[in-house]
């Protein structure tokens, strides 16, 4: 628990600049039906002393708000975290560190070009997509004339020193947080 204490304290931080608070708060109302629904699982599923003993079977109990509380704030931590990760990175970069990340994963088959060209053009599409007023009415627009192929590129990033730290950096956080 006093590793989830540090992250709450150093994502805290983050909420100091704008960028990070502006992404955060807005994944965080995109996720607060996911949440609310973890919350309420969780209180009326785990097993525990009832918290109005009088509803009976209607009453969500004390370990199981507990637990869902608990979830709900390390998703909302994990969200915020990558809020500061998308507030920081651009888009082409942050692309191009996942086609990176998933070198390992071609052994199995994946193909990671592939993967990197319908990510990053899902999100140009997420951020230039028109904002209908009802989801209907974006199901009967027609797509532009203009709505043909695109060419999608990534500069290659060069291996730096500083790469090899963070990850071991991440890896021992990681092993900290397990151990």
Known sequence: MPQLALLAVVLATAFLFESVRHEAWRL?????W????????????????LLWPSLEWASPTMEGLLQGTLRVGRLALMIIGLAVLL???????????LYGLARPLAWL????RAFAVRLGLTLDYVEHA??????????RTPLPDDAGPATYTLRAERWQAC?????????IGVWI???
Do not use: C, H, N, Q
């Not at 009326?44 to 002393?49: D, F, R, S, V």
């Not at 028109?130 to 199901?139: N, S």
């Open 28 to 32: 965080l109302r995109r996720t607060r």
């Open 34 to 49: 996911l949440m609310a629904v973890l919350l309420v699982t969780y209180a009326y599923t785990l097993p525990g002393i």
């Open 87 to 97: 507030a920081s990175t651009p888009r082409a970069r942050l692309i191009y560190g």
């Open 109 to 112: 088959g994946f193909d990671r």
């Open 130 to 139: 028109p904002k209908p007023a009802r989801w209907l009415d974006a199901l």
């Open 163 to 171: 790469d090899s730290a963070v990850i071991l950096a991440g890896l």
């Open 177 to 179: 947080v397990l151990a």
